[in-house]
């Protein structure tokens, strides 16, 4: 693009040489735009994902003096409480804001700012990333676009906003990182970039575990295509393992200590360490014939899955570690873990596109890379946004990836196709052209197909009745009627309201989403679905003191598909056995509730 000067003003060298300034000036503006667009919801702490209502919990008991290394939930499955996977990175941020907040606003009002807030936080690291990356690849001033694509990736921003306290957000902080590294021309910094982005994604969580894997592959592959890539593989191989190392000296909570397959364990850890190690050894070799280095690399590789597969055979089943029954019951029925064709077109079109419009992006811009060095990196962008795209086929939970991994590609479309358009005689083909390739290349025009086109039936009255009360029986005015009407007490409730209802009352609760909680995750559901004298005895094991039920939510669909004359059933026809003692709820509370008697 050529360089474009207003009253004196040149802008081209004005978004090279202070594209940092700009890109948080544009963060600020965002953040502002969603803050003031969600502050009713932030107002009402309307934490709708179950994940988020337990990070805040988190980061409560942290505050309230709970040990560091204790990442249990004492408010459910009590009276030992709930084993929690993750680790208390993310926590620092919230807890850092409502220390921030708290002696100007109280307590109360400073949970509400830091869980509004804390999403901006590694959505600011996302855009640097992204924008930096862009820079190396394209041309220093192309960064905006970064920007404008990410902005339409609706799957990955999602995990930005106000009220999205949860890690994920944070590991994409790390992949948009590793994407930074992965195209650093400076070989050593890019190395320890990959690395330590890698090994914090680790220390929060294993769910991008597989692009983790798929970055150490792409630095060691470069490897082997070019020798003197072999200061970013050794700067690569230290990072990832010291930073590993650190992460779980400093995070890792006391129970993931046990040889455990779903955490940065001491399992995952070893593995960390001897890749690292193999990588650096592996460097100091660094024999100048290409069949020798891949040989080499085909062997480092070989050692770590052998020794994974003899050392930690059980690991090669789901990391989660649960039984079959959970699995059936419960975790195979969780959406985001279900493959990308087996959703709506509605949800999966959008989420999709963007992925492969990166990769025929990252595909053309390899083709007409001017350098070797350019077309390395552009193969490897390529390789990692055809790797996520493949992802989607195993899960859709790794749209938001895949679509973060797309934008450097959209965004070599967009510098290279615009400026074509802008570029004509005609101000028609100027004007509709430029912005019909951008939204083509943006992948903007998917949400214009699912509005526009009858791709998708409306939602049933059925639907509509569950989804109304998910949203009631979360919200905080129906909460505090529980507050307001029982002393703090154990209630019996679904599992997915466990953790809301910790948040929001006083009160304690069984089971959360947790597949570490399996017994207490059976134990509703056989209360609910097995005979009424079952479930008094399993309510029974857990103190519980009260039975809550919330009629229509999606889980209560659940119980009474699975067995329609099971317990939940009898109560949603009305048979309720006598030891079931009705308290009566204000008009128009979203719930039923009864004290458990014992003594009949």
Same mark, same amino acid.
């Given at each position: 693009?050529?360089?474009?000067?207003?009253?004196?003003?040149?802008?081209?060298?004005?978004?090279?040489?202070?594209?940092?300034?700009?890109?948080?000036?544009?963060?600020?503006?965002?953040?502002?735009?969603?803050?003031?667009?969600?502050?009713?919801?932030?107002?009402?702490?309307?934490?709708?994902?179950?994940?988020?209502?337990?990070?805040?919990?988190?980061?409560?008991?942290?505050?309230?003096?709970?040990?560091?290394?204790?990442?249990?939930?004492?408010?459910?499955?009590?009276?030992?409480?709930?084993?929690?996977?993750?680790?208390?990175?993310?926590?620092?941020?919230? @807890?850092?804001?409502?220390?921030?907040?708290?002696?100007?606003?109280?307590?109360?009002?400073?949970?509400?700012?830091?869980?509004?807030?804390?999403?901006?936080?590694?959505l600011a690291v996302t855009m640097? =990333?992204?924008?930096?990356?862009?820079?190396?690849?394209?041309?220093?001033?192309?960064?905006?676009?970064?920007?404008?694509?990410?902005?339409?990736?609706?799957?990955?921003?999602?995990?930005?906003?106000?009220?999205?306290?949860?890690?994920?957000?944070?590991? #994409?902080?790390?992949?948009?990182? !590793?994407?930074?590294?992965?195209?650093?021309?400076?070989?050593?910094?890019?190395? #320890?970039?990959?690395?330590?982005?890698?090994?914090?994604?680790?220390?929060?969580?294993?769910?991008?575990?597989?692009?983790?894997?798929?970055?150490?592959?792409?630095?060691?592959?470069?490897?082997?295509?070019?020798?003197?890539?072999?200061s970013r593989m050794r700067a690569?191989?230290?990072?990832?393992?010291?930073?590993?190392?650190?992460?779980?000296?400093?995070?890792?909570?006391?129970?993931?200590? @046990?040889?455990?397959?779903?955490?940065?364990?001491?399992?995952?850890?070893?593995?960390?360490?001897? =890749?690292?190690?193999?990588?650096?050894?592996?460097?100091?070799?660094?024999?100048?014939?290409?069949?020798?280095?891949?040989?080499?690399?085909?062997?480092?590789?070989?050692?770590?899955?052998?020794?994974?597969?003899?050392?930690?055979?059980?690991?090669?089943?789901?990391?989660?570690?649960?039984?079959?029954?959970?699995?059936?019951?419960?975790?195979?029925?969780?959406?985001?873990?279900?493959?990308?064709?087996?959703?709506?077109?509605?949800?999966?079109?959008?989420?999709?596109?963007?992925?492969?419009?990166?990769?025929?992006?990252?595909?053309?811009?390899?083709?007409?890379?001017? +350098?070797?060095?350019?077309?390395?990196?552009?193969?490897?962008?390529?390789?990692?946004?055809?790797?996520?795209?493949?992802?989607?086929?195993?899960?859709?939970?790794?749209?938001?990836?895949?679509?973060?991994?797309?934008?450097?590609?959209?965004?070599?479309?967009?510098?290279?196709?615009?400026?074509?358009?802008?570029?004509?005689?005609?101000?028609?083909?100027?004007?509709?052209?430029?912005?019909?390739?951008?939204? #083509?290349?943006?992948?903007?025009?998917?949400?214009?197909?699912?509005?526009?086109?009858?791709?998708?039936?409306?939602?049933?009255?059925?639907?509509?009745?569950?989804s109304k009360a998910n949203s009631?029986?979360?919200?905080?005015?129906?909460?505090?009627?529980?507050?307001?009407?029982?002393?703090?007490?154990?209630?019996?409730?679904?599992?997915?309201?466990?953790?809301?209802?910790?948040?929001?009352?006083?009160?304690?609760?069984?089971?959360?989403?947790?597949?570490?909680?399996?017994?207490?995750?059976?134990?509703?559901?056989?209360?609910? +679905?097995?005979?009424?004298?079952?479930?008094?005895?399993?309510?029974?094991?857990?103190?519980?003191?009260?039975?809550?039920?919330?009629?229509?939510?999606?889980?209560?669909?659940?119980?009474?598909?699975?067995?329609?004359?099971?317990?939940?059933?009898?109560?949603?026809?009305?048979?309720?056995?006598?030891?079931?003692?009705?308290?009566?709820?204000?008009?128009? !509370?979203?719930?039923?509730?009864?004290?458990?008697?014992?003594?009949?």
């Amino acid at each position: 693009m050529s360089s474009r000067r207003f009253a004196g003003f040149d802008l081209e060298r004005e978004l090279r040489t202070h594209w940092v300034r700009w890109t948080l000036l544009a963060w600020a503006v965002i953040g502002g735009w969603y803050l003031w667009q969600r502050w009713g919801l932030v107002n009402a702490l309307a934490l709708s994902d179950t994940d988020d209502n337990m990070r805040l919990m988190q980061v409560r008991g942290l505050l309230a003096g709970q040990d560091w290394y204790d990442l249990r939930q004492y408010r459910l499955s009590p009276p030992g409480g709930l084993d929690i996977h993750w680790s208390r990175l993310v926590d620092l941020p919230i @807890a850092t804001l409502i220390l921030l907040f708290q002696p100007f606003t109280g307590t109360a009002m400073a949970e509400r700012l830091a869980v509004g807030i804390a999403p901006l936080f590694p959505l600011a690291v996302t855009m640097l =990333a992204m924008g930096a990356a862009v820079r190396r690849l394209i041309a220093p001033a192309a960064w905006p676009l970064s920007i404008l694509i990410l902005l339409g990736c609706t799957a990955t921003m999602a995990q930005f906003v106000p009220l999205r306290i949860d890690h994920h957000g944070w590991q #994409l902080a790390f992949l948009a990182l !590793a994407v930074m590294g992965i195209a650093d021309t400076q070989r050593m910094r890019g190395g #320890l970039t990959v690395g330590l982005a890698s090994a914090g994604s680790l220390t929060i969580g294993l769910e991008l575990l597989p692009f983790c894997a798929m970055a150490g592959a792409i630095v060691a592959l470069r490897w082997v295509w070019d020798r003197d890539e072999v200061s970013r593989m050794r700067a690569y191989g230290l990072s990832l393992a010291g930073g590993s190392s650190a992460g779980f000296a400093l995070f890792a909570s006391n129970a993931n200590y @046990a040889m455990r397959c779903d955490a940065l364990t001491p399992v995952w850890l070893s593995v960390m360490v001897v =890749a690292g190690a193999l990588l650096f050894g592996l460097s100091l070799l660094n024999p100048a014939n290409r069949l020798a280095r891949l040989g080499l690399a085909v062997v480092a590789g070989g050692i770590v899955a052998g020794g994974f597969a003899g050392l930690f055979p059980n690991c090669l089943q789901r990391p989660e570690g649960v039984s079959d029954e959970l699995a059936t019951t419960w975790l195979n029925n969780v959406r985001e873990a279900r493959p990308i064709y087996k959703h709506s077109f509605t949800m999966a079109f959008p989420m999709a596109v963007l992925p492969v419009i990166g990769i025929i992006g990252a595909g053309f811009a390899a083709w007409r890379a001017k +350098t070797a060095d350019q077309l390395v990196a552009w193969v490897a962008i390529g390789l990692f946004t055809a790797f996520a795209g493949a992802m989607l086929l195993w899960q859709v939970r790794a749209g938001p990836a895949a679509q973060l991994l797309a934008v450097p590609g959209a965004s070599w479309l967009a510098w290279t196709i615009v400026p074509w358009f802008l570029g004509q005689r005609w101000m028609l083909v100027r004007v509709l052209g430029s912005v019909a390739a951008f939204l #083509l290349v943006s992948g903007l025009f998917a949400g214009f197909v699912v509005k526009y086109l009858p791709v998708s039936a409306p939602p049933t009255k059925y639907r509509a009745t569950v989804s109304k009360a998910n949203s009631r029986c979360a919200s905080a005015p129906a909460m505090r009627t529980l507050d307001r009407t029982l002393p703090p007490s154990t209630l019996f409730t679904h599992v997915d309201l466990g953790p809301r209802l910790i948040v929001m009352t006083r009160h304690k609760g069984i089971a959360g989403p947790y597949h570490r909680n399996e017994r207490a995750i059976l134990d509703v559901h056989h209360a609910f +679905t097995g005979k009424p004298e079952a479930f008094r005895g399993i309510a029974k094991r857990y103190g519980a003191q009260y039975l809550l039920v919330c009629p229509n939510m999606a889980e209560t669909t659940v119980y009474r598909a699975r067995e329609k004359d099971g317990f939940y059933g009898q109560l949603a026809k009305g048979k309720v056995p006598q030891w079931l003692e009705p308290v009566t709820l204000p008009k128009g !509370a979203p719930y039923r509730l009864w004290r458990i008697r014992y003594d009949r």
